[in-house]
């Protein structure tokens, strides 16, 4: 039996002791805490390693055909270069400053002084006139009919000695060897010297790891398909561009004596160059849309600067590429022909693919964007660029295809346009210099664009937050502001220096004497107001299509009661966006006739296009962070990674708005230098209103861009419902695509479906812009085409504008409300709402609006334009030929016919066809079981 012991009495702890047991707690805490903080720390570590594996596991490639590219380009830059110098030096070796007394009586404005200037072209041609001293010009002066001024024969008459028959024996009036040798290597140099550049960014951009491989495979779906769509649209184009150029050069080389063919060669140049252009921007973007994502993904901090710098580095491909390549083929073909009719070819050249191409591009994207936003957000609630969306990698395709190989092809002929309106203007009113003039400003653009675009970089705040969108935006104004700049500085000493003492022009707009005239000011004022209306009007475009102004947010506010306020509202807004930039465009072109004439007009674009290197850099910046942030979502990134390409994105909207309101100004004033150009050529003098024919011609040429912008929004909206009809049926057919992550959708169908019908609808608006004038022309003859072209340019900037303004304003009305601007009482209004389905409504009115139809405006007259002028000696005001006219319009009939059989069959066709699956669960639905709902 056990003892029972009796419990022990411990005495209560002191308060030492509770003080250090209490010390002990705390320090065990105190380590406990901080055994957490480092295991937390060593997580990080690990999660980093981890993204920093899968972001280095496809590594970018270094292949060597940029580096040789580069190093050719610089070799031929070196050469160009030596004989620029060689002429410059040859130039002022063999010129005599000192003129027969008799010549300065020479005051007529068709007349310009005898230059002795060195020409070797000249020289080879007329070796039997080297006795004269005259002999070594060989663009003796600018005449009416060919015949030589009365003055010249007073001349010659006072000198028996002097042959004036064999002098003038094979000369072209028209400055046909008038050829500034120095400017024409300049500019091929400084091309050569662009076009290296762009190899070493493609090499750097090539360089960048391609990130994981779920990036990297749905980038090769991307690029597969977006070239696929190119070499499609280029092989429908051959027999297009094969026709324009037999027509050329039959009709405009054929009346030549000698049958040169300088318009048709020209012709296929400017049409070859434009599609390079667009062959090798849609490459470099769809190669560096993954590489993008995989930067903003390699860290949290620097993430955005690295996306930043690739996208931004990507477009800058496509912009100096495009004006290099521009600058290189006129230089080119001046040098080659010597005369103002071949520039005239290649610009019309570049404007025949640039129709197709943005016409087509914009239909491609537009039919993709507005199924994949109607099927995806609305009927599913679906995220942006959704993997679980059928349409959503044909939507990726699109931004290649619309906003980079269209938009380079558009900026592309702008560029030409410019150079060739002021080149043909200037070689009639200033002599070489009026021509060298726009060469030398965009050589000086071209190098000035190359050092803004060596490096663009915005990092973390000093908080640590993410960049807003205005840290981005101002990154890329600072860039744009320091080449305006500079530019600025640069054409002040040109035009100062380059026409110093030079009293040679009589100015129409002015009595004073001509050797107190210096229009190298003159000039340098006419610049300035381009490059200012330029930035204004830019102003103006931002300031009613971006989010954080009032104009935008008020329809965005519309969205509270639905989609029908939110059209009215933006319509109401795009018609009040005319306004300023048309006033500007009326003080620019009277200001810049004022100064200097027409010429001063195209001065004043070539002044506002001086900066395309770069801000076109910032333009094709934009599809590639929209790939960007595509491509991140499907692969299931983190969610700061999106945020990162998000805030890309949103920048490159901004950036794309501004730059189609820069693209419409100078699509007017560009074609209004076409213009007179075309009048000059034309030997328009005056053009009555009131004649018959010159009314109707307006009338005409007003409905036009109604026509045009019609079958342009028709043809998107009959793609879109092909391809709403197709994600439909594939939701239908196989619903584990929105619930089973391992369902992937038929992205492959859709694609097709926006290839094909992109292919079919562009080719309605290419008749009706080649035909037009044409008919026009030759049934009424020349003042009834400057009516036309005069309807056309007036309703078509007013019409362009308002539909890329409208079509911005409801884009980012949508991306306010989505980010949460929208608060209606007390309650966000954020992607899913009512008022959110709303404002997708307005973008899906908006995206044919501002990416298909408002674009190819500006295409259309400027095309129109450029075919006039090209076409001019075609033209009558007799009517000796309006039955060729009739012809004309009864072939375009025709045609017209045979593309709507042919569309018709095809659509046909397509609704036979049983939809391709890439998955074997797909199950076939047809039409009858599809979604009561589906839009027929």
Known sequence: MGVAHEPIDEDPPTEEQQQADADAEEATRTLTGAGASAVEAEKKEEEEEVVRQKYDHNPGTNEPLPMIGAAVFILFAACALVLCFMAEYYDHFDRDDKFHPQSTALTSRHWQRFESQFNPVGRLLYPDLTP????????ISYTVNNTPPAEVVAIFAANPTWNITEYYAGFDFSCKYHVPYTAIWGAMAVAFIGLATVCLYMRMVMAEPRGTDEMHETAEVIHEAAMSFLHQEYTWLAPFVALLWIFLFIAIDGQENDWVPASSVSFLFGAFLSAACGYMGMHIATE????????????????????????????????????????????????????????????????????????GGGIYTKAADVGADLCGKVDKDLGEDSPKNPATIADCVGDNVGDVAGMGADLFESFVGAVVAAAVLGASEFGKKGVALPFYIMMIGLIVSIACTVHIRIGMKEDGSAPTLDDLLGAMRFNILVAAVVITVCVLFLCVFFFEQEADIIDDMSNVPKDQLNPGPRLFGCIVLGLAVGVLIGMITEYFTSHTEEPTQSIGRATEFGPGPVVIQGLGMGMYSTVVPLLLIVAAVLGAYYLCGFYGTAISVCGMLSTLGVTMSTDAYGPVSDNAGGIAEMSELPSWVRDYTDGLDALGNTTAATGKGFANGSAVLSALSLLAAFARVAGIEDVDLLRPVVVIGVLVGALLPYVFGAMTMLSVNKAAQEMMHEVRRQFKANPAILTDPTQKPDYKRCIT????????????????????????????????????????????????????????????????????????????????????????????????????????????????????????????????????????????????????????????????????????????????????????
């Not at 930043?308 to 590429?321: E, K």
Request: glycine share 12%; with cysteine; hydrophobic share 45%.
């Open 753 to 936: 479906i926006s290839c094909n019908s992109s292919l079919r609808e562009m080719l309605l608006p290419g008749v009706l812009a080649i035909f037009s004038p044409l008919v026009m022309g030759f049934l009424f003859g020349s003042h009834c085409l400057v009516g036309l072209l005069m309807g056309a340019i007036s309703s078509g900037y007013l019409l362009g504008v308002k539909m890329s303004n409208t079509g911005g304003a409801w884009d980012n009305a949508k991306k306010w409300v989505e980010a949460g601007g929208l608060v209606i009482d007390g309650e966000v209004q954020g992607k899913g709402t009512d008022c959110h389905k709303a404002a997708v409504c307005g973008d899906t009115v908006g995206d044919p609006f501002k990416d298909t139809s408002g674009p190819a405006l500006n295409i259309l007259i400027k095309l129109m334009t450029r075919f006039a002028f090209v076409c001019a000696p075609l033209f009558d005001d007799a009517w000796d030929f309006w039955y060729i006219g009739l012809a004309l319009l009864g072939v375009a009939m025709v045609l017209i016919a045979l593309v709507l059989v042919y569309v018709n069959a095809a659509d046909s066709n397509n609704d036979d066809d049983e939809p391709v699956a890439e998955n074997k669960e797909l199950v076939e639905v047809t039409k009858e079981e599809a979604p009561k709902d589906t839009v027929v």
């Open 288 to 359: 560096g849309n993954c590489r993008t994502a995989a930067a903003c993904y390699s860290s949290k901090e620097e993430g955005m600067s690295r996306g930043l710098q690739v996208a931004f580095r990507t477009g800058a491909c496509m912009g100096l590429g495009v004006v290099s390549c521009g600058i290189f083929g006129l230089a080119l073909c001046y040098a080659i022909f010597g005369n103002t009719e071949s520039l005239g070819g290649f610009g019309f050249g570049s404007s025949a693919v640039a129709l197709f191409a943005r016409v």
């Open 132 to 139: 004269n001293p005259y002999a070594k010009s060989t663009c």
